[in-house]
């Protein structure tokens, strides 16, 4: 997501760069500034942020263009006018938004260029100008460039996390009680670490569906337990396993286990209007035993079976409408 939001940003700086160039602006540099403060993550953001911006930028030009129409070339009013009005910008300008920081910010520059040469009120006219050749730059960025931002994102990382968690759990199942602890789980780590900074901007973009069919945190959590879990299991490993029906029942419970996450994840990945009302998971249903396991059998038995639990309670936090009670457990 950081990648992208810098592509998407460099894009719109170049061609800010290239207008102002080709346009020959007074004050090119306000173009580029008006990319980097109103770009946002997503088009809807970008329109939104763009609207006030140019709201308070025209405010701004007009009390600007009357207070350089009437002190002319009294640069005595210009410096005892700036340090209160930056006061105020610096304080007002983060509180009250972007529309009111723009607006002050624009009366701040016409005071600084007024003091270092004789200009007209002609100076807003061309700052709302660069403003808006800006903004325009940049929403039409957004709309080319992934203009719904983490949005569908969020879906393609969840799914690839949960499919990654699904491969762990069957290798981690297969091979209890003989392999010895790798590097398996580097490629759930790296799922993870991309999910979680995709949910990080989602989180952060103020447009978002007002009720989402996906419980994202909970697939989140599913890959943290899936990497604790599997190193844990993988771990308590004592020898060799009793019998064959402890290790038939662990590679059973995974497979079903692994199959739920790849389910949830061909749902994460699919598009936000066609998502289910159940969510991402599915109840995992697993036969119970009529016994924990046999008095004998190891450490790695027991962690592997409840790893296998609270992965299928996983899935069914995930999907609230196909409880009351969604997994089999073990009596």
Same mark, same amino acid.
């Given at each position: 997501?950081h990648?992208?939001?810098?592509?998407?940003?460099?894009?719109?700086l170049?061609?800010?760069r290239?207008?102002?160039?080709?346009l020959s602006?007074?004050?090119g540099?306000?173009?580029?500034?008006a990319?980097l403060s109103?770009?946002?993550t997503?088009?809807?953001?970008?329109r939104a942020t763009?609207?006030l911006?140019?709201?308070?930028?025209?405010l701004?030009a007009?009390?600007a263009?009357?207070?350089?129409a009437?002190?002319g070339?009294a640069s005595?009013?210009?410096?005892?006018?700036?340090?209160?009005?930056?006061?105020?910008?610096f304080t007002?300008?983060?509180?009250?938004?972007?529309?009111?920081a723009?607006a002050l910010?624009t009366?701040?520059?016409?005071?600084?260029?007024?003091?270092?040469?004789?200009?007209?009120?002609?100076?807003?006219e061309?700052?709302?100008?660069?403003?808006?050749?800006g903004?325009?730059?940049?929403?039409?960025c957004?709309?080319?460039?992934w203009p719904?931002? &983490?949005?569908?994102e969020?879906?393609? $990382?969840v799914a @690839? #996390?949960?499919?990654a968690?699904? !491969?762990? %759990?069957?290798?981690?199942?297969?091979a209890?009680?003989?392999?010895?602890p790798?590097d398996?789980?580097r490629?759930v780590?790296?799922a993870?670490?991309?999910?979680?900074s995709?949910?990080?901007?989602y989180?952060?973009?103020?447009e978002r569906?007002?009720?989402?069919?996906?419980?994202?945190?909970?697939?989140?959590?599913?890959g943290?337990?899936?990497?604790?879990?599997s190193?844990?299991?993988?771990?308590?490993r &004592?020898?060799?396993w009793?019998g064959? $029906?402890?290790e @038939? #029942?662990?590679?059973e419970?995974g !497979?079903? %286990?692994?199959d739920?996450?790849r389910?949830?994840?061909?749902r994460?990945a699919a598009?936000?209007?066609?998502?289910?009302?159940?969510?991402?998971g599915v109840?995992?249903?697993?036969?119970?035993?009529?016994?924990?396991g046999?008095a004998?059998?190891p450490?790695g038995?027991?962690?592997?079976?409840a790893?296998?639990?609270?992965?299928?309670?996983d899935?069914a936090?995930?999907?609230?409408?196909?409880r009351?009670?969604p997994?089999?457990?073990?009596a």
């Open positions: 997501m990648f992208q939001n810098a592509v998407r940003l460099g894009l719109a170049a061609a800010a290239a207008v102002a160039g080709l602006l007074p004050h540099f306000w173009a580029m500034l990319v109103l770009t946002g997503t088009a809807v953001q970008t763009v609207r911006a140019l709201t308070g930028t025209c701004g007009l009390a263009g009357v207070a350089l009437l002190a070339e005595t009013v210009y410096e005892v006018v700036l340090p209160p009005l930056m006061l105020i910008a007002v300008g983060p509180v009250r938004g972007v529309g009111w723009q910010f009366l701040i520059v016409s005071m600084v260029f007024a003091q270092l040469a004789w200009v007209t009120w002609q100076l807003a061309v700052r709302l100008l660069d403003v808006l050749i903004s325009l730059i940049g929403i039409a957004g709309l080319l460039a719904r931002g &983490a949005h569908d969020l879906g393609r $990382a @690839a #996390l949960l499919r968690a699904a !491969d762990e %759990v069957r290798a981690a199942t297969s209890v009680g003989t392999a010895v790798g398996a789980d490629r780590r790296h993870l670490t991309m999910a979680e995709a949910y990080a901007q989180q952060a973009e103020r569906p007002a009720a989402p069919a996906h419980d994202w945190q909970a697939a989140l959590m599913t943290h337990h899936v990497l604790w879990g190193r844990r299991v993988l771990g308590a &004592a020898g060799p009793p064959a $029906a402890e @038939a #029942l662990v590679w419970y !497979d079903r %286990v692994a739920g996450l389910l949830a994840a061909d994460a598009p936000y209007a066609a998502a289910s009302d159940a969510g991402l109840p995992v249903l697993v036969p119970a035993p009529d016994r924990p046999p004998p059998a450490p038995f027991f962690a592997a079976m790893w296998l639990d609270s992965l299928a309670a899935l936090l995930m999907a609230p409408a196909a009351p009670d997994v089999g457990r073990r």
